[in-house]
């Protein structure tokens, strides 16, 4: 899922109205010096009328103690990343620095608003086990209509037909290359890949692209969310000249993993899945599960973490308690509706997947403290007497399957890195068993 923990806090991020740059700066670095002042209410007010009901004053506070309690106090701001609309202003807070992302509406209100570890610029660094003379990428579009979304086409040079794979995101507004502070799990996964003879299709979520319909969503799910484009990206690499239509596979990595299950029973035609670090409990629990482990870090508790631990258990309880006859109650916890827990609260990944009559590889880095060894074992215990599945771990490796400190933290994420190759190595030498 879960971008340090959640960082989907808001439900829109994209406008595409163009504004005066200099107001819209103005206005994000007035509406964050607000919130570093705790003066919720006066913030509150440069959100816009349709927003208001679906973002209250009581969820703004929530969502900026959240922040606060994640990544340490605020500081300052900084460089204006982008002064065009949405803004994106770097700031600085006591552990992290994060990207604060501001979208407006044609009468200069916010309609949006997302938070997530700073874009380093220039910092990507290509794999060595990537090899661009082989490969060639175009842009593609995943799905039509009022949901479409641009996606990036990798494919191995050649007039051979290709196996490929669909790479479905975690949870927040994931661009296509699940870019993470200076990282980009998915474009390390498609050139690597790719370098091996095997197509790779990624693309943008759609809570990235749509977000401001997407917060209009009745009974949202995380089938929108998630499952439904998954399935959309499938059926474009069939229809893609020089892609093996029997053999397209999808590796969803955290909540994506955690989709496999609902994915392959849309579509029972997909070669096989790669569950990449997928979460197997209900996501309230985990949330709370990651701030305590997090605050552990940090030493002795204060009242002030304390304070905020109470806050989550209360949540997490809510949520737990959720009935049927919630799902048009109109509340929302830890930002998203009660239809969204509604549709997990009696998911068990592992088990639906037993259903599954394809091949499967599940993979799983050991200094994971998002996705732990926990759902590993989960997974292990519900699947682990069937022949077509095959399970490794990789002890150093954290939720990017990238190398990881010796007690893993969100300080990891800021450490410009690859996916390690010998897990980009282990995927291919799987997909090309698993096609003979």
């Not at 893993?408 to 995927?427: H, L, R």
Request: glycine share 6%; proline share 5%.
């Amino acid at each position: 899922m879960f971008k340090l923990i959640l960082f989907l806090i808001a439900s829109t991020f994209v406008c595409s109205v163009s504004l005066a740059q200099t107001d819209n700066v103005a206005k994000s670095k007035t509406f964050i010096e607000l919130l570093s002042k705790e003066d919720f209410s006066t913030a509150h007010s440069y959100f816009s009328e349709e927003i208001k009901p679906q973002f209250t004053l009581e969820t703004l506070q929530k969502t900026w103690e959240t922040i606060n309690s994640q990544v340490g106090k605020f500081k300052q701001q900084g460089e204006v990343l982008d002064d065009k609309n949405p803004v994106v202003i770097i700031c600085e807070f006591e552990n992290l620095k994060l990207d604060i992302q501001i979208s407006f509406d044609k009468e200069s209100k916010i309609n949006g608003l997302y938070f997530a570890p700073t874009k380093a610029k220039d910092t990507y660094q290509k794999p060595s086990y990537a090899n661009a003379d082989l490969f060639e990428e175009k842009d593609v579009t995943v799905g039509t209509g009022e949901w479409a979304l641009p996606a990036t086409l990798t494919i191995p040079k050649g007039k051979t037909k290709f196996s490929a794979v669909v790479l479905v995101h975690g949870s927040g507004p994931n661009d296509r290359d699940e870019t993470l502070g200076p990282n980009k799990v998915f474009k390390d996964l498609a050139w690597g890949l790719a370098s091996k003879g095997i197509a790779v299709l990624r693309y943008d979520k759609r809570t990235r692209v749509h977000g401001a319909k997407f917060g209009k969503v009745k009974n949202l799910t995380v089938n929108e969310e998630t499952v439904d484009d998954a399935v959309l990206a499938v059926e474009l690499l069939r229809q893609t000249p020089n892609v093996d239509k029997k053999n397209i596979y999808v590796l969803g990595h955290s909540l994506g993993g955690m989709m496999i299950p609902r994915i392959g029973a849309k579509d029972k035609n997909i070669k096989g899945f790669i569950i990449f670090a997928g979460g197997t409990r209900f996501l309230p629990d985990v949330i709370l599960e990651q701030y305590k482990y997090i605050f552990s870090l940090e030493g002795e508790l204060t009242a002030e973490k304390q304070a905020t631990i109470k806050k989550i258990e209360t949540d997490v309880a809510a949520a737990n308690a959720l009935k049927p006859s919630d799902i048009d109650s109109g509340k929302i916890f830890m930002g998203v509706p009660a239809s969204y827990w509604l549709d997990l609260k009696n998911y068990n990944p592992p088990i639906s997947a037993k259903s599954l009559k394809q091949p499967m590889l599940i993979l799983q880095g050991e200094r994971d403290y998002q996705v732990t060894m926990t759902d590993f074992q989960n997974w292990k215990d519900a699947l682990g007497k069937k022949k077509n599945v095959t399970f490794k771990t990789y002890p150093t490796l954290t939720h990017s399957f990238m190398e990881g400190s010796p007690k893993p933290s969100p300080k990891d994420y800021e450490k410009a890195s690859n996916v390690n190759e010998n897990v980009v190595n282990d995927i291919a030498n799987w997909i090309i068993k698993s096609t003979k």
